[in-house]
Structures are given as structure tokens and as C-alpha cells.
Nanobody, 117 residues
Framework: QVHLVESGGGLVQAGGSLRLSCAAS????????MGWYRQAPGKQRDLVAT???????NYADSVKGRFTISRDNAKNMVYLQMNSLKSEDTAVYYC???????????WGQGTQVTVSS
């Protein structure tokens, strides 16, 4: 069973930074690639970034150069460092295990990121 807990969200001014954390159950972390998604009010949930077990990363065009995904395999943690935040980054952020870009686990509660302009 996939168990995911996101944290680190908050209210930040445009141009600021936040670091999100995701704790994943060991049973899935050691097997799967991981991804961060976000869902803004009234919009679909979109993929933001992915990281393979070996550390290869991919990003949505909207966050390239500003966000960095990383993982700590020893701690079963995945992170999303978000810099130069914009108001359009406001959303609830979720992590999940992924197969290519398809999320495969049950969604956690997410963490709210609000960027004020």
C-alpha cells in the first residue's frame, strides 16, 4: 500500500522560495520513480516534476529553471525546492509514485502553496 505525506507548504510572496517534502512508504519508494503534481482551484491536477530511482529529473516547462526535485533514498523522502515563485504557482501540491508520468498510488492530503503578488 502506498502511503504518502506531503508537508512544507505555506504563504509566500512572489519571488520567494519554499521547500516541499514528501514522506513515502519504503515499499514503494524503493521500487518506483516519484513525481510532484499540483492542482489549482478549478483546474486539473498537473505533473510538475519527476525523478527516477537513479536521480534523473524532468520538469514541466512552466517550472524549469525555478523548481528542483530531489530524493533521499535512505530516508524515503522526495523534495521539491521552489524558487522565484509566481502567483500562478499557487496550488495544492501532491507527491506520488509514478510509472513514466502516470501516478499509481492513492493521493495524500497534499500541501497548500499560496503565492501572493
Amino acid at each position: 500500500q502506498v502511503h504518502l505525506v506531503e508537508s512544507g507548504g505555506g504563504l509566500v510572496q512572489a519571488g520567494g522560495s519554499l521547500r516541499l517534502s514528501c514522506a513515502a512508504s519504503r515499499s514503494i519508494f524503493s521500487i518506483y520513480d516519484m513525481g510532484w503534481y499540483r492542482q489549482a482551484p478549478g483546474k486539473q491536477r498537473d505533473l510538475v516534476a519527476t525523478i527516477t530511482r537513479s536521480g534523473s529529473t524532468n520538469y514541466a516547462d512552466s517550472v524549469k529553471g525555478r523548481f528542483t526535485i530531489s530524493r533521499d533514498n535512505a530516508k524515503n523522502m522526495v523534495y521539491l525546492q521552489m524558487n522565484s515563485l509566481k502567483s500562478e504557482d499557487t496550488a495544492v501540491y501532491y507527491c506520488n509514485a509514478v510509472v513514466t508520468t502516470t501516478p499509481i498510488g492513492q493521493w495524500g492530503q497534499g500541501t497548500q502553496v499560496t503565492v501572493s503578488s
